[in-house]
């Protein structure tokens, strides 16, 4: 064969397959859009009733089983292309009893839903071509749930008072369907439990004699009941303190005793899995003086219950070493003063009372403190001020007692200062203290 033939050939295959794939592309485009038609009928498919637990129940109707339609045949129509891509469980019936107000048998339209309805597939028939509803009246009645425990909890704790939620449950229905029922129990099984237990249970029907009913026909207004039951602990907790520490006022240098040192309380196993201790309230150690007896009311955490009986706690408190002085500085300063401004302090020296311990006390002198006012908020201002000052040391770890205040002139920084004398200071007591001493 020539090189010429076997081209050729190679051709006519080539064109062969061209037109197969346009012959195929032809009958799928003709099938799709405008092929053979082909019925597809779908059986049995159950009927969803909406509105019977809203509308009809707030119009005292309910929806009858008995004489109600259950199922509809439905047949749809589309291409036999069309008709392979239908997911035939996913085609659904629905029927809406909104407007039914009254009660006895009646018909209400029903609507069928399937996928693929924009691409061709359509409703044929329906049979029945209505659902038939039978509307009675509703009756119902509220009874109380009870609860059957099943199971222990560990050793060394202790199971608190079991929680229903609700505790009566709304049943609705025919009334010799609803009379019967006495109450509904629900069954809550724990094992070894050391923490609280909480499940959502479903609950069955009983009658006055115990005896459990199938509830058929019966609708609750709610499909399951919470039970909580707490298991509890008792636990030893140490009763504490919440020290507030200052300069000169420090916890290593004070003496105290909690009297009870701890209580026994019982609760949530949970919530005081990481409890140790109870804190009686803050004590700011800077405010301590001569009283060193303090009464507090015991707190306990939530939803625990004193088992040692004692309400109250005595804290005894002193320091071991505190020496209090009053001491004379000259080193008096401003901060932040404004921009464009001047500042004369006319306070030439304090007199302030420091405390601590004896060695950091002893360590200090006047030259040792430093009394600073600051101007921050003087922007505005111009003129004589009484300005509160803040007694740094630059040595040991002091506390200052009392308040004290310097008197300052502040100018605009451009004007220039009269050549008059300064008014005379007025004469306060030494250090212009106002505030109480604290410990002493």
């Given at each position: 064969m020539t090189e010429r033939n076997k081209k050729m050939d190679k051709q006519k295959i080539i064109f062969l397959v061209l037109s197969c794939l346009v012959a195929v592309t032809l009958w799928i485009f003709v099938d799709v859009t405008g092929g053979e038609l082909v019925e597809i009928e779908i059986k049995d498919i159950p009927i969803e009733y909406l509105s019977t637990d809203t509308v009809l129940a707030q119009r005292g109707l309910m929806l009858l089983e008995e004489g109600t339609t259950q199922t509809v045949d439905v047949k749809l129509v589309a291409t036999r292309w069309n008709s392979t891509?239908?997911?035939?469980?996913?085609?659904?019936?629905?029927?809406?009893?909104?407007?039914?107000?009254?009660?006895?048998?009646?018909?209400?339209?029903?609507?069928?839903?399937?996928?693929?309805?924009?691409?061709?597939?359509?409703?044929?028939?329906?049979?029945?071509?209505?659902?038939?509803?039978?509307?009675?009246?509703?009756?119902?009645?509220?009874?109380?749930?009870?609860?059957?425990?099943?199971?222990?909890?560990?050793?060394?704790?202790?199971?608190?008072?079991?929680?229903?939620?609700?505790?009566?449950?709304?049943?609705?229905?025919?009334?010799?369907?609803?009379?019967?029922?006495?109450?509904?129990?629900?069954?809550?099984?724990?094992?070894?439990?050391?923490?609280?237990?909480?499940?959502?249970?479903?609950?069955?029907?009983?009658?006055?004699?115990?005896?459990?009913?199938?509830?058929?026909?019966?609708?609750?207004?709610?499909?399951?009941?919470?039970?909580?039951?707490?298991?509890?602990?008792?636990?030893?907790?140490?009763?504490?303190?919440?020290?507030?520490?200052?300069?000169?006022?420090?916890?290593?240098?004070?003496?105290?005793?909690?009297?009870?040192?701890?209580?026994?309380?019982?609760?949530?196993?949970?919530?005081?899995?990481?409890?140790?201790?109870?804190?009686?309230?803050?004590?700011?150690?800077?405010?301590?003086?001569?009283?060193?007896?303090?009464?507090?009311?015991?707190?306990?955490?939530?939803?625990?219950?004193?088992?040692?009986?004692?309400?109250?706690?005595?804290?005894?408190?002193?320091?071991?070493?505190?020496?209090?002085?009053?001491?004379?500085?000259?080193?008096?300063?401003?901060?932040?003063?404004?921009?464009?401004?001047?500042a004369s302090i006319l306070t030439e020296q304090l007199t302030v009372i420091i405390f601590g311990t004896s060695a950091d006390v002893d360590a200090v002198t006047g030259d040792d403190l430093v009394a600073v006012a600051d101007l921050t908020d003087f922007s505005a201002a111009a003129g004589t001020y009484t300005v509160p000052v803040t007694i740094r040391s630059e040595k040991g770890d002091l506390g200052v007692s009392g308040t004290y205040q310097i008197r300052v002139t502040l100018r605009d920084g451009q004007e220039e200062t009269p050549d008059q004398e300064e008014p005379p200071e007025e004469e306060t007591p030494s250090g212009g203290e106002t505030g109480e001493p604290s410990p002493t």
């Open positions: 891509s239908l997911d035939r469980s996913a085609v659904r019936a629905s029927a809406d009893l909104i407007d039914v107000t009254e009660t006895g048998t009646q018909r209400v339209t029903i609507s069928i839903f399937y996928n693929n309805e924009a691409e061709g597939i359509t409703k044929k028939s329906t049979s029945p071509s209505m659902a038939t509803v039978n509307i009675g009246e509703l009756y119902h009645k509220e009874v109380e749930v009870r609860c059957e425990r099943v199971g222990t909890v560990a050793e060394g704790y202790s199971a608190g008072e079991l929680q229903l939620s609700p505790s009566v449950v709304e049943i609705r229905g025919q009334q010799e369907d609803i009379d019967p029922v006495s109450y509904v129990k629900v069954v809550l099984n724990y094992d070894n439990a050391t923490s609280t237990v909480t499940e959502d249970l479903e609950f069955q029907y009983y009658d006055e004699n115990d005896q459990l009913l199938s509830g058929e026909g019966i609708h609750p207004t709610v499909d399951t009941i919470t039970a909580t039951l707490p298991v509890n602990v008792a636990k030893e907790l140490t009763l504490t303190m919440d020290f507030l520490e200052s300069p000169g006022a420090r916890l290593r240098n004070v003496e105290y005793n909690i009297e009870p040192r701890s209580i026994l309380v019982s609760g949530d196993a949970d919530l005081l899995r990481d409890v140790e201790t109870i804190v009686l309230d803050e004590f700011d150690l800077a405010s301590l003086d001569d009283n060193t007896r303090y009464s507090y009311t015991i707190p306990l955490p939530e939803g625990c219950e004193n088992l040692s009986g004692v309400t109250k706690a005595t804290l005894t408190i002193s320091f071991k070493d505190m020496k209090s002085v009053p001491l004379t500085t000259t080193r008096i300063q401003c901060e932040n003063v404004p921009a464009g401004k001047t």
